[in-house]
């Protein structure tokens, strides 16, 4: 039972943005007859692998595409300062 919950604690917490913070969300598939059925919005995750100038190693975040927007817009390393990754 412990291992289960474990699992499944492991599960959620793996489906966030590194960058942005966007996790899965919860909501309704509603039908044409307006049936409402609980369902996971999960966020557009992809794990890449960016060079850091700053620490001259790669780097494996995984981002939102807001978040890979973010890092071409700041840089990774002024990126990973601001939103205080490791």
């Known amino acids: 039972m412990i291992l289960i919950s474990l699992l499944s604690l492991e599960n959620k ?3 966030i943005c590194q960058i942005t913070k966007k996790g899965v969300m919860s909501g309704n598939n509603v039908s044409h007859a307006k049936n409402r059925t609980r369902r996971k919005f ?3 995750l992809h794990n890449h692998r960016l060079w850091s100038e700053v620490q001259k190693k790669w780097i494996t975040l995984k981002l939102s595409s807001k978040g ?9 390393d002024k990126a990973i300062e601001k939103y205080n990754i490791k």
């Open 68 to 76: 890979l927007r973010i890092i071409d817009k700041f840089g990774l």
């Open 13 to 15: 917490v793996s489906k």
């Open 42 to 44: 999960e966020p557009n």
